[in-house]
């Protein structure tokens, strides 16, 4: 009998996973409860360390303007600055244009895609099969992939224990129109967090920043916060100053966290940040997205094509997926703790950059895989 799959939450671990269980031909339902196309927030600058295996996959589209990103810049809270070039390097395109078409690949591939909000995700031991409930009905499948994001209210349904402690970070973006050169990533540092900016197709740029939530009370309204903190980096001041803004309001987000969670849960095969979420400094967290809904559904193919066990499955997951991720994850946890988003550390950033190329990209190296194929 054929086994079904239910792959819960349509982001890039959720859909990338789709489109190659449903390629392989196996029979699977993809959950996502917003209708594509729609805006995230996100920096939206994709590592290089995937792209080969979006060509291969004919999953990288062709036919947008992606512009290609070799320098980093760095600035601290007054604004110096240090320049580096990224040896991988990335590409810039928004997840509305992303998501939208990769939906479109999974739909070509076979995946049904329900629009609809997971509530529960059940394992029963005695039938070793899972029900997965929407508001509409439920669904009794074989195996479960969780792509359900940095939280998600399933989380707490599940009680998975990382949920319990409040993260401190809020994230804001918008899509902007200003000068800003194709070929370079900015951070630019302010007390309490860190933005970033790149472009993206159509002449846009990403404007994305990572805030302590502290400053959102004490300054009571993002452009409160933006115009009190932000423009303390005359970087920033400048781009919000002389910016287009494209968006009616932000996209926001709150109680980001970047605590250890785990890879499998409950049987259920996490993948993307579900599975754990590196610091967005990084700038990796959509390829590893990547990395993992490949890794699962190479993992789940090969279980159903070779009778292998429920254990054999979530055995060889856990350790490859530790294998691959989690120093990474670690690495980005001390840098984002330990490098940005004050006075001193933004200083010590920067002059890391200037002075020592090595340092930095011994750092860069730490946080990115090899490039997948
Ligand atoms: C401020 C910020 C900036 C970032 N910048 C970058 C960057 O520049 N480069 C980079 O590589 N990474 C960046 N990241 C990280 C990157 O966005 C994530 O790592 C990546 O989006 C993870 O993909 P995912 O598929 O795991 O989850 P997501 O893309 O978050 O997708 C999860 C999906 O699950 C759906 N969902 C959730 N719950 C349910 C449910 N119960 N039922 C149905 N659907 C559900 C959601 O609607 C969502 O579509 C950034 C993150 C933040 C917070």
């Known amino acids: 009998m054929l086994k079904k799959i239910a792959i819960v939450g349509g982001g890039l671990a959720g859909l ?11 029979p699977c339902l993809l959950f996502e409860k917003k209708v594509y196309p729609f805006h995230r927030v996100c920096g939206e600058y994709i590592s290089n360390e995937v792209l080969p295996f979006l060509k291969k ?37 928004s997840r509305y244009a992303f998501d939208y ?20 995700i059940t394992f029963y031991e005695q039938e070793k099969t899972f029900s997965v409930t929407t508001g509409r009905g439920s669904w009794q499948i074989d195996f479960v992939i969780g792509s359900f994001g940095k939280r998600s209210r399933l989380d707490i349904n599940l009680q998975r224990s990382f949920i319990e402690k409040r993260s401190p970070y809020v994230g804001i973006k918008y899509h902007i129109r200003t000068q800003h050169p194709d070929n370079v990533i900015a951070l630019h540092n302010f007390n309490g967090g860190y933005c970033g900016i790149s472009n993206i197709e159509d002449g846009k740029s990403t404007l994305c920043y990572l805030a302590h ?13 933006e115009k009190e903190v932000l423009f303390q980096n005359p970087h920033l001041e400048r781009i919000f100053t002389f910016a287009e803004f494209l968006f009616g309001k932000p996209e926001t987000i709150n109680e980001i966290s970047f605590e250890t969670k785990e890879p499998v849960f409950n049987h259920i095969l996490m993948a993307g940040d579900a599975a754990g979420m590196i610091a967005p400094l990084c700038g990796n967290g959509m390829a590893m997205a990547i990395h993992t809904g490949k890794l699962v559904s190479d993992i789940v193919t090969e ?3 070779h009778q292998h066990s429920r254990e054999w499955v979530e055995a060889g997951y856990t350790q490859q997926w530790k294998k691959l ?4 994850l670690r690495t980005g946890r001390v840098i984002q703790n330990y490098l940005f988003g004050s006075v001193w550390s933004s200083r010590l950033a920067v002059s890391l950059a200037v002075n020592s190329n090595a340092i930095a990209n011994y750092i860069a190296r730490r946080t990115h895989g090899e490039i997948i194929q």
């Not at 991720?325 to 990474?328: L, S």
């Open 57 to 93: 996959e004919q999953l990288f589209p062709e036919n947008i303007q992606t512009p290609r990103i070799n320098v980093l810049q760095l600035s601290s809270v007054s604004g110096k600055t240090a320049e580096l070039s990224l040896d991988m390097g990335g590409f810039g395109i």
């Open 16 to 26: 990338i996973a789709a489109i190659r269980l449903g390629k392989a031909g196996l």
């Open 325 to 328: 991720f989690q120093d990474r």
């Open 101 to 120: 078409f990769l939906a479109q690949q999974a739909v070509n591939a076979g995946v049904e895609i329900i629009h609809e909000e997971v509530d529960a």
């Open 213 to 225: 939530r502290d400053l959102l009370k004490k300054h009571k309204s993002i452009s409160a916060l």
């Open 303 to 305: 279980a159903i094509n």
